[in-house]
């Protein structure tokens, strides 16, 4: 019927304007945040003022996470993107103009809230806008897209700083920002077409809800608690690092922020080369082994980092660090999906899910810079490495656990 296949012209749309919003946003924050740690030290923040303002955003980022999930499911998804790209346009222009701390941090909470209102929306809105067995190239050729955008985003931004300055990184964020915005107000078509409830009554029930949920779902489920306990303990690990990735080549192997820049962009091309291998690793050995495997190379490439001598090293390192990196997402969501039902949303899950694993990682940068400050440069690697350990050790027997399940299927 023709109005079935408009709407269906119409969702499939949706795919493609995920892929250019979400690319102009991510070449946006990558152009700022992969120099923003420089940004702050040059300014005059030190190590534990970088990793609390780093704190901040990482908290209202999950914060947000937990509510924002179960009100995309209640809502639908345009809103919650439009709302995100609006905040992120507004709070980067004021980002650009003030060099106060508490204000930066101020602004960083306000930045966090804007990404984590489309986090939830924008993975739910793809999964929507495909058939099912379209689904992983729909993910896939998302994921590339903004691995892409952060290459561009993060190579660039050094040569921008060294001719304009750092303002110019905001500016440009905040214009593309903008754009996002009018592609989601303008061309998102809302998958079924209808609102479970108006969006304050949405909101209200969201926030209610989103803890009565949280303790509902990891109570039936104990594998999936388990789970969420170490992506927890591997998330603490990662965030207490990567604020001081670029501050550690330039204290320690002397990189200008030219090279800053374009060590970070090394890093998203070691995501983007591994992207498509890792989906298949994950589907031939399973999201179980694959988790296991990524926590396991990944304590190895913090450590490795501490034993770079120039930029060569260094950007070898991270390319790889970033190679491993790829193995996470692909994995990670596919377990997560086996647990979505009429009940419990997509969105919800993925909200649920991300929100604990960053809560409990939301002082991690903090930590990060008071070794920094009070141990040494290296510190905050082999910290996290050591805190790494204990979510591989908690991985192991969700791995034996599979294959009890399935000798015993193969066996009946």
């Known amino acids: 019927m023709p109005g079935q296949a408009d709407a269906r012209m119409g969702l499939e749309r949706n795919v493609s304007i995920v ?24 300014v005059g923040l030190d190590a534990a003022w970088i990793g609390l303002i780093i704190t901040a955003y990482n908290a209202a980022l999950s914060l947000t996470y937990l509510p924002s999930g179960r009100l995309s499911d209640m809502i639908g998804r345009r809103v919650p993107l439009m709302a995100g790209s609006l905040l992120l346009a507004v709070t980067l222009l004021l980002l650009q103009s003030t060099v106060n701390p508490v204000t930066i941090l101020a602004i960083m909470v306000f930045i ?5 209102l489309m986090t939830p929306a924008v993975n739910a809105l793809v999964a929507e806008s495909v058939k099912a067995e379209r689904l992983g190239i729909a993910y896939a050729g998302y ?11 993060s190579a660039f931004s050094g ?6 300055g750092y303002q110019i990184l905001f500016l440009i964020a905040a214009a593309l920002a903008a754009s996002a915005f009018i592609l989601f107000y303008f061309y998102i078509s809302e998958p079924r077409g209808s609102m479970h409830a108006s969006y304050s009554a949405a909101v209200k029930r969201s926030f209610r809800a989103s803890v009565s949920e949280t303790v509902r779902l990891l109570r039936e489920e104990r594998e999936l608690t388990q789970l969420t306990s170490a992506l927890s303990f591997h998330s603490f690990g990662l965030s207490m690092i990567t604020p001081y990735f670029v501050l550690y ?5 002397a990189i200008d922020v030219v090279e800053a820049g374009l060590l970070i962009s090394f890093l998203n091309l070691g995501m983007l080369v591994a992207q498509v291998p890792a989906g298949k690793m994950s589907d031939r050995l399973g999201p179980r082994l694959t988790l296991l495997l990524h926590v396991l190379l990944s304590t190895v490439t913090w450590v490795s980092y501490t034993f770079s001598w120039n930029f060569l090293s260094a950007s070898t390192i991270i390319t790889f660090h970033g190679a491993v990196g790829a193995m996470d997402m692909p994995a990670r969501r596919s377990f997560m999906m086996e647990y979505s039902t009429s ?10 899910l991300d929100a604990i694993i960053g809560m409990v ?7 990060g810079g008071l070794a920094w400050n009070n141990i040494g440069y290296a510190a905050p690697f082999f910290i996290a490495a050591v805190i790494n350990t204990i979510a591989f050790l908690q991985l192991i027997p969700l791995l034996r656990r599979r294959r009890t399940v399935e000798t015993s299927d193969n066996a009946a």
């Open 343 to 352: 009940i419990t949303g997509k969105a919800t899950i993925i909200g649920t």
């Open 19 to 42: 892929y250019v919003s979400f690319f102009a946003l991510t070449v946006g924050s990558s152009l700022w945040f992969s120099l923003f740690t420089l940004y702050l030290d040059g």
């Open 159 to 164: 040569f921008l700083v060294e001719i304009y």
């Open 249 to 253: 080549a330039q204290y320690v192997v």
């Open 112 to 116: 966090g809230v804007g990404n984590g």
């Open 143 to 153: 994921l590339i897209s903004v691995t892409v955008a952060s290459i561009l985003g």
């Open 361 to 367: 990682g939301t002082l991690a940068p903090l930590l």
